[in-house]
């Protein structure tokens, strides 16, 4: 498949790009038997980069991979378990994260700020080290550079995910050929003030940690902050890219004639992962976008695309299938954003629903079908200026209160 | 029952206060036989203050009502259908509130500037005026100044509302007797940026407009502004507070010795119909309480206060049971307020699960029973000063899912 300046590769996984390796197996945070420790690894420094939640109440492992890149901008793995957050478990919950770095590293022979941790799952109880330092002991030879190790790690990712979640891309620079791919997790508690969830990028391309922070970071603002699950941000979010620099190309810089094309490509992986937390996302039967266009700014556009994606109401009307845009025009004038109430267009897919801000009668059969399909567009246009974003969430089910009414228990 | 300076009429209604009479009737705009038009009417000129939805999209009727109090202060009746928001219906739509309005006042004998029109139900519909017209022709002979007609009020205002919500309370000023009463519509479409839903407030007591006006703001800022169902700000909220003057005291103002004690009772009366809406919230199952302590301000406080009451995942945790106080912490973070990440406390009820953000061993048996009860407070203390703030909101819950996904149809 073709993607403008790049070609997604149906095969590919986080251990495509050359260099690096992955692996998972179940220590045993999880109750059930699917692995819950995971790690990626590169054979050389890879230059690195991270963003991470906005949240006051940050876990313990966003310090230790905090620390960790912001030494020299170098990382040769992260370590991330599922089952358990270590959020709001105080000094101990600091202590673990770092005997966890600490102890990965020595078992792959690198240097413990070379190594970057993550967490994901309940928050304010301690890791059962015991199962954690069994599981990293294991771990180096679980690790493979083929699709069944990213595979592992895809695994011992998720919490509440049903569906795992990766991509790889790959484009020419100066001649060679670079990939880039991407892991990550998310279902509840998704509402990216920054970057969301875990998310994990992995590239063979040459270029500097700066420049790769830069470009994270606009792909973040576009991709993974622009998804609602339930409109909670995490206090454990976390996109960690590490770049090998093996596929030979001159180092990415704003100068090189290929830097807009890779910023391209990192945003597509981006928006794939993004787009399959917010299908993915707890209890949900459906993608939802919404795209708003005619706002006064991109910014304004944003603000009342998430309005809208985040609205439990409009959630519920796309679980339904009802066609209820008076729900969708709410949320778009709650949103505390330029809106002239006179000239708003809404549409679901091709079905004009509002022109004008004026009801247009439209085929409810054929709307019916529409939003019983897998995924729906919702389209607001505000025919005010040039403004335009796009936002991805779910539908809110039965099975959304059912999942988190009992999550602890 | 005493509270403070004022006294609770447990058979009090919206026609207590003197010169005020109410009723409701079915015309047909609802599918069920419940009423669905209602009034209260005034026999002198009441004062007359209002707050309106800061939604962009503003229904009709709220344009009708705010040109109505607008012109003099003054108002001699309300009336309000349930079953159609008339909102986004376009210049028809404003035509239809102007025609209620006129309709209304002419068979009742007074001014059309002295009627306000208040509409809840589906957005983006006509509404049926040949069905309106007929309940308007009939209203006048079905209103009442006891308890029935307030009932039949009552019922014309809901929605999906389960119950009616009515409270009355009387206090001495200058030596007369003083009563003010509420009735209340609400359960979806719930977070008030202002005033919310629907809400209707009688006294006899003699005040001028610009007074009333201000103690309903004030009022309306700690009460229905500090309640959410479900996050969507509606574009019809609006709160009408009429005063008849009848009860004979010397018009209240801030130099007034009974100023404090009338706007205690006043904020009274608002708590009581706003928690009201909490509780009987679309799908809901209890109350949820959320106080913040020791903020650096109030406004803080309210922030995150209403951050937490809103959160679905700990509206989620509320339904199941579940003394998941991570999802609380975590929406705490989220709120965008200073807050020192080492200093939280955070309990349910008088069960303490965090002490200066560390996590507290705590009976989970007592939590669990605590959690099943039918009203649920989470207390936060920050520690950082003396802001305080109180927000109030229910459970997620399967109903309120299916309530929403089939609302329309």
């Given at each position: 498949m073709e993607q403008g300046s790049f070609k997604v590769l149906a095969d590919g996984s986080v251990t495509t790009p050359k260099g690096f390796r992955a692996g998972g197996l179940h220590c045993g945070l999880k109750k059930t038997t699917r692995h819950d420790l995971g790690a990626i690894v590169c054979e050389v420094p890879a230059t690195a980069a991270g963003v991470y939640t906005t949240n006051v109440f940050q876990a313990a492992p966003l310090q230790v991979t905090r620390e960790s890149i912001g030494s020299d901008g170098v990382l040769r793995a992260v370590l991330v378990n599922s089952g358990?957050?270590?959020?709001?478990?105080g000094e101990q919950g600091e202590a673990d994260a770092y005997e966890m770095r600490s102890r990965f590293a020595e078992a792959i022979g690198v240097s413990a700020d070379q190594v970057a941790v993550a967490s994901t799952g309940v928050i304010g109880e301690n890791l059962k080290m015991d199962k954690v330092r069994s599981g990293i002991d294991g771990l180096p030879a679980k690790l493979d550079g083929g699709l069944a190790g990213a595979e592992d790690f895809c695994q011992a990712i998720l919490?509440?995910?049903l569906v795992q979640k990766m991509v790889c891309v790959e484009l020419m620079l100066d001649g060679q050929r670079v990939s880039i791919a991407g892991a990550a997790k998310g279902s509840g508690m998704i509402h990216p003030n920054m970057a969301t969830m875990l998310g994990f990028v992995t590239t063979d391309a040459a270029i500097g940690s700066d420049e790769l922070q830069t470009l994270l970071r606009q792909s973040t603002d576009l991709t993974f902050n622009m998804i609602t699950v339930d409109g909670d941000t995490s206090t454990n979010d976390m996109l960690v890219a590490m770049a090998?620099?093996?596929?030979?190309?001159q180092s990415l810089t704003p100068q090189h004639e290929g830097w807009a094309a890779f910023a391209d490509a990192l945003r597509y992986v981006c928006e794939v992962l993004a787009k399959a937390i917010a299908r993915d996302g707890e209890g949900a039967t459906k993608l939802v976008e919404v795209q708003v266009r005619g706002a006064e700014s991109d910014e304004s556009a944003q603000a009342i695309a998430k309005t809208v994606i985040g609205s439990s109401l409009v959630k519920s009307a796309v679980f339904g299938a009802d066609a209820n845009w008076g729900r969708i025009i709410a949320a778009v004038g709650r949103a505390g954003q330029p809106v002239n109430p006179a000239t708003v267009d809404i549409r679901l897919g091709d079905i004009v629903t509002l022109e004008q801000s004026r009801p247009v009668a439209f085929d409810e059969d054929a709307a019916l079908e529409y939003l019983k399909g897998d995924t729906v567009v919702i389209g607001v246009d505000l025919h005010m200026g040039s403004g335009s974003a796009t936002a991805w969430g779910c539908d809110l089910t039965y099975d959304y209160v059912r999942i988190n009414a009992a999550y602890r228990t």
């Open positions: 358990n957050a270590n959020a709001c478990t919490t509440t995910d090998s620099g093996l596929a030979g190309n």
